[in-house]
């Protein structure tokens, strides 16, 4: 397979992998990794993780969404935590690097297109997500309670009501409180109902105010 059976087998996807490759080409698995090194080194293929790879810019005709990017690269998985947050715009910042979560071990993964993050999280508490399209893609992420549950669980200590406030949360028009209160059931965790009380308290002294 030279470079030209590489650009129109994949152009048209965002990324692929070596399973993809063998099955489309019939060519040998370790051809293939000899000819995608060589191309990884000419800066035509990018690394995503092992295996896994997209074109670089130039060559591809999909443009790659990270955020589909973190759903695919370890799955099961969806977003959740600090990229969710800064998404539905619950914190002020925007964060780098994309948050998931996900039943299996975790891990990190960087590479030219971004940092991703995977907590776990136990098999009961993986619910509450949903689809999105972002940047025209759709993408498995938290709903906005969930987000919230998520990380003050994966948080170790308490979540009072000063490390709450620290938190700068805004936007509290956007939950739902019969939601919030119903996922955090789901864990049974007096530390998280305890979190849920004093961030409710916040939210009703917050200008945009948190219905009851």
């Given at each position: 397979?030279?470079?030209?059976?590489?650009?129109?087998?994949?152009?048209?996807v965002?990324?692929?992998?070596l399973?993809?490759?063998?099955?489309?080409?019939?060519?040998?698995?370790?051809a293939?990794?000899?000819?995608?090194?060589?191309?990884?080194?000419a800066?035509?293929?990018?690394?995503?993780?092992?295996?896994m790879?997209?074109?670089?810019?130039?060559?591809?005709?999909?443009?790659?969404?990270?955020?589909?990017?973190?759903?695919?690269?370890?799955?099961?998985?969806?977003?959740?935590?600090?990229?969710?947050?800064?998404f539905?715009?619950?914190?002020?910042?925007?964060?780098?690097?994309?948050?998931?979560?996900?039943?299996?071990?975790p891990?990190?993964?960087?590479?030219?297109?971004?940092?991703?993050?995977y907590?776990?999280?136990?098999?009961?508490?993986?619910?509450?997500y949903?689809?999105?399209?972002?940047?025209?893609?759709?993408?498995?992420?938290?709903?906005p309670?969930?987000?919230?549950?998520?990380?003050?669980?994966?948080?170790?200590?308490?979540?009072?009501?000063?490390r709450?406030?620290?938190?700068r949360?805004?936007?509290?028009?956007?939950?739902?409180?019969?939601?919030?209160?119903?996922?955090?059931?789901?864990?049974?965790?007096?530390?998280?109902?305890?979190?849920?009380?004093?961030?409710?308290?916040?939210?009703?002294?917050?200008?945009?105010?948190?219905?009851?």
């Amino acid at each position: 397979m030279n470079f030209d059976r590489l650009v129109s087998l994949v152009s048209e996807v965002s990324w692929f992998d070596l399973p993809m490759l063998t099955q489309l080409t019939g060519e040998e698995k370790r051809a293939i990794i000899g000819q995608l090194h060589r191309w990884t080194k000419a800066e035509k293929v990018i690394p995503l993780r092992r295996s896994m790879y997209t074109l670089a810019e130039r060559y591809r005709r999909k443009r790659l969404s990270p955020a589909a990017l973190a759903n695919a690269l370890y799955t099961p998985s969806y977003l959740s935590t600090l990229w969710a947050l800064g998404f539905y715009g619950l914190i002020p910042e925007k964060v780098a690097t994309y948050t998931s979560v996900t039943t299996r071990v975790p891990r990190r993964f960087s590479n030219q297109v971004g940092s991703f993050r995977y907590f776990n999280l136990k098999q009961d508490y993986f619910f509450g997500y949903e689809l999105k399209t972002v940047d025209g893609r759709p993408i498995m992420i938290a709903n906005p309670e969930k987000a919230l549950l998520d990380h003050w669980h994966l948080n170790s200590g308490e979540w009072n009501y000063n490390r709450l406030n620290g938190m700068r949360y805004q936007r509290f028009d956007l939950l739902d409180t019969k939601r919030l209160r119903s996922h955090a059931d789901r864990f049974n965790s007096p530390r998280l109902h305890r979190a849920l009380d004093s961030f409710l308290r916040l939210g009703l002294e917050d200008d945009e105010g948190i219905e009851i």
